[in-house]
């Protein structure tokens, strides 16, 4: 559970300037994209492998789309790998650490399924399957949860020593910047996302569609977190990029609509709806973190 200290959080609010304002943080900075255009370029043909493994392969389909599929993530886990040490500085070795690990998980997953794509109705498998997908958004949790206690630690930190105004002109390249709503939000998100999925080992039994409302839930409290943190990262990744993206996380979020209707899946119409939204948010995503590569190689 992440412990924020009210009382830094009130003073935060009242005396952290707003970093858009400060004269002495270049526009050029503000707008710099940090990651390589490796990274960005990897991020992209992950989530492309994640969309077109999505999209051939709802249910059963074939093992090409499920290795696609778990291909896909280890490469966007590759991405955070290349990006490690500016966002360690920035989020803090551990929170990065957890992203990637959460990433191979979601890659993990799709393993046993690109060996035998009819593995899907062996009750094994799909037991480990819901049970990387937990560890994938439980370790997503931590990652964003150790990232707002870092915030509050630097931020508590600068108001100790008085000089308060200084914060995000001398730390602007060090400096979460995402608000603690975002944070906090995020995590809770990919929590009630990993609280769903362990509910699914074994099936759910009559939980089950708890399980499809809190993933429901989840999905949608981190779209809520992405497009409360918009403004701050269209200076840098550009607006249409993080439009594509926030219209990504609401595409995700809808798919889950079915599995909260029908938890059991008896409506197959239903079903091939939500991996078609799935590959849909995929390949928006795909299109968000092209249009940022593509910004990157423009600024050289």
Not at 9 to 23: K, N, Y
Not at 101 to 120: E, K, L, N
Not at 124 to 142: D, E, L, P, Q, R
Not at 285 to 297: E, H, N, Q, Y
Request: charge should be neutral.
């Amino acid at each position: 559970m992440v412990k924020i200290n009210v009382g830094t959080l009130s003073a935060t609010m009242r005396d952290e300037p707003d970093v858009s304002t400060q004269a002495a943080v270049s526009d050029i900075e503000r707008t710099t994209i940090h990651a390589s255009f490796f990274a960005l370029a990897c991020g992209t043909v992950g989530m492309l492998g994640v969309a077109v493994g999505t999209l051939i392969s709802p249910g059963e389909g074939s093992s090409l789309g499920w290795a696609l599929h778990a291909g896909g993530w280890v490469l966007v886990a590759i991405a955070i790998i290349a990006h490690i040490e500016h966002l360690s500085n920035r989020l803090g070795r551990a929170s990065v650490i957890c992203g990637i690990v959460a990433a191979v998980a979601m890659g993990v997953a799709d393993v046993p399924f690109a060996i035998d794509s009819t593995w899907v109705n062996n009750t094994g498998w799909v037991n480990w399957y819901n049970g990387m997908w937990a560890a994938s958004s439980i370790f997503a949790a931590a990652s964003l949860a150790l990232a707002a206690m870092r915030k509050e630690a630097r931020l508590t930190a600068h108001l100790a020593s008085g000089n308060t105004g200084s914060y995000a002109v001398e730390d602007y390249a060090t400096t979460v910047h995402a608000s603690f709503l975002s944070l906090v939000t995020g995590a809770l998100g990919f929590l009630l996302a990993g609280i769903s999925s362990l509910i699914l080992i074994g099936g759910g039994g009559p939980a089950i569609r708890l399980s499809w409302i809190l993933f429901s839930l989840g999905s949608l409290v981190i779209a809520v977190a992405v497009i409360s943190h918009i403004e701050h990262l269209s200076l840098s990744l550009g607006r249409p990029a993080i439009i594509i993206g926030a219209l990504a996380m609401v595409l995700n979020a809808l798919s889950t609509v079915p599995g909260v209707l029908d938890p059991v899946g008896s409506d197959t119409f239903g079903t091939s709806f939500s991996w078609v939204l799935w590959g849909a948010a995929s390949v928006a995503a795909t299109i968000a973190i092209g249009l940022v590569a593509i910004r990157r190689r423009a600024q050289g």
